[in-house]
């Protein structure tokens, strides 16, 4: 089992940057995949980047460019830089972890972002 608790959320206005954390309860290096979804109100939850064991990234085309997925495994720590934000990037980020076919996801962080 991995617990996950993200941080960083905030709001930040239209063309700003933010830095989300994910600290998972366990070492992260052998976690088949971490990554980072988001939830608009009204709207279903969307993957929004995805790094696997192997160092693999995968983005959402609406914020590739702009956000970028990274890790520190000695921290136990995933990252989601997020650069020229979008009033339309507002959402709750949630940290998704898949290990041993299950998957584990965080509290979620609020991010606004004002026109």
């Known amino acids: 089992q991995v617990q996950l608790v993200e941080s960083g959320g905030g709001l930040v206005q239209a063309g700003g940057s933010l830095t989300l954390s994910c600290a998972a309860s366990?070492?992260?290096?052998?976690?088949?995949?971490m990554g980072w979804y988001r939830q608009a109100p009204g709207k279903q939850r969307e993957l929004v980047a995805t790094l696997t064991s192997d160092s693999s990234t995968n983005y959402a085309d609406s914020v590739k460019g702009r956000f970028t997925i990274s890790r520190d495994n000695r921290k136990n720590t995933v990252y989601l830089q997020m650069n020229s934000l979008k009033p339309e990037d507002t959402a709750v980020y949630y940290c998704h972890a898949s290990l041993l076919q299950s998957d584990y996801w965080g509290q979620g962080t609020q991010v606004i972002v004002s026109s």
């Open positions: 366990r070492s992260i290096f052998r976690i088949n995949a």
